[in-house]
């Protein structure tokens, strides 16, 4: 406190060095100086200038910046391969050249044409056409240029799709082919039922069989997968592209159309939990495809010696399927004993149509797996339902194409063995339709 005291003190004594008057004198006086004015002025201007040199300098970048985005989504022959030749000076498109760039699986949805998918990184894709740019992409290090709309509308729906496969794809292809070689080289009980020769009556005839093996489930999505890809794998691709699957049908089929099936084409046959279902959607050109692959590979497989034991991996005839599907001959109208389509527990022995406009009641809302429900007393399982399943009915060869069985689309008229055939003549894809396969065999 006495401190305090003392710096007020000194503050009373000390001696004033500036008037207020003298204060006040300079001041206007420093107003009426034209110098300082022009000097204040000047900062003003000064100010604002360079703020107008600022925004002119950030326009001047953005205007830069634009111009040289878009001109790098341009075509520089230089830097990138270009599907338009050096010769070419109109600016059309080499559609070939581009397609040829190599497929990976970020552009599956490009050649699909259908559904919205962002690829990483790279382009937004509505539908088949592309709205929106956002930069090149590499597929197989090489670079893939995105063109306008309009183009890619032309060429990703009418070029389709064909899979790289990577090296883990094809050592896993190889060891699902080899399992499906060594089942049918053995005849494995677990894969295919063998039917004695025989005879039994078929419209008011008897008929004589020779013995054959017939697959005890329908051929798989995966199984049908595995022949594509071999296909593939050895270079075979015009036949990979006549014999793959039309998922397309899920939605396009006149018994469909309207549906809410259009995930369906994107999931079924190539997502894995599909992979034990039964194979639709395949022409009749492509299951005969499938036979004539399979019968080839097994006699690349086996040794000589057991080669003229074997016969063609082929479609069964009608009379053949009907002769597997009712046990060698038994009177019943479905694979199981009895005319009732439940058991006694009230469950459903069948994947079909219950009733009109329903078809989830017997716990199959579309197809099911493959052995799904019980096999008839010779073990093959889905007979009656799930796919209609390809026959001919000509006994001696390949003609008048038909399906036995019935699927998932049909009713319980229409699923019996002797049922009446909704797809008698059809060879084109369908979602109701799938196949299982025979062979002759000798000496049994």
């Known amino acids: 406190m006495e401190k305090l005291d003392k710096l007020f003190e000194a503050a009373r004594n000390q001696q004033v060095e500036f008037t207020f008057d003298e204060a006040k004198e300079s001041f206007v006086s420093r107003l009426n ?26 326009i001047l970048i953005v205007i830069t ?37 190599g497929n990976t699986e970020n552009i599956v949805a490009l050649f699909s044409g259908r559904h919205s998918k962002k690829t990483p990184d790279s382009i937004e894709v509505f539908g088949s ?12 290090n090489q670079s893939f240029v995105p063109y306008q709309g309009a183009v890619l509308t032309h060429i990703f729906t ?28 053995k005849f494995d009980k677990k894969e295919f039922a063998m039917m004695p020769s025989g005879t039994f009556k078929y419209e008011e005839r008897t008929v004589s069989l020779q013995s054959f093996v017939i697959q005890k489930a329908e051929v798989t999505n995966l199984e049908y997968r595995t022949f594509l890809f071999d296909l593939l794998i050895q270079g075979r691709k015009d036949e990979f592209l006549k014999a793959k699957p039309d998922q397309s049908q899920w939605t396009k089929s006149k018994e469909l159309i309207g549906s809410y ?26 299951a005969d495809m499938y036979c004539k692959w399979l ?16 016969n063609d991996v082929r479609l069964p005839g009608r009379v053949e399927w009907i002769y597997a599907a009712s046990a060698g001959g038994s009177d019943y109208p479905y694979p199981w004993k009895g005319e ?39 073990g093959i399982y889905n007979l009656s339902g799930n796919v209609a399943e390809m026959v001919y009915n000509s006994p ?9 069985g019935g699927g998932w689309m049909n009713n319980a008229e229409e699923i019996k063995i002797l049922g009446p055939d909704p797809y008698s003549g059809i060879t084109d894809a369908h979602p109701n339709i799938g196949f299982r396969v025979v062979m002759t065999v000798l000496n049994h």
């Open 158 to 185: 009418d070029e389709p799709y064909i899979p790289n496969l990577n090296s883990e794809e094809i050592a896993a292809n190889h060891k699902k082919k080899k399992q499906m070689l060594k089942a049918l080289e």
């Open 129 to 140: 056409v592309t709205e929106r740019i956002l930069g090149d992409f590499q597929t197989n």
């Open 396 to 404: 001696n060869s390949r003609k008048e194409p038909g399906t036995a």
């Open 340 to 378: 009732f389509l439940r058991d006694s527990k009230g469950c459903f022995l069948a994947n079909y149509k219950p009733f009109e406009n329903s078809y989830q009641d017997d716990g199959g809302f579309l197809t099911v797996k493959t052995q799904t429900y019980n096999p008839n007393s010779v």
């Open 33 to 58: 100086n034209p110098l300082t004015r022009v000097q204040s002025n000047f900062q003003k201007v000064f100010t604002v200038k360079i703020f107008l040199i600022m925004l002119s300098s950030l």
């Open 295 to 310: 019968s080839q590979e097994l006699m690349k497989f086996i040794n000589k010696d057991k080669q003229k034991q074997f």
């Open 65 to 101: 910046g634009h111009f040289l985005i878009s001109t790098s989504s341009g075509i520089h022959k230089n830097e990138m391969s270009s599907p338009i030749s050096e010769n070419n000076q109109s600016g059309h498109v080499d559609e070939k050249k581009l397609l040829n760039v």
């Open 261 to 286: 099936l259009g995930p369906m084409e994107e999931t079924y046959f190539s997502s894995k939990a599909y992979d034990e279902y039964p194979v639709v959607n395949v022409s009749r050109k492509g």
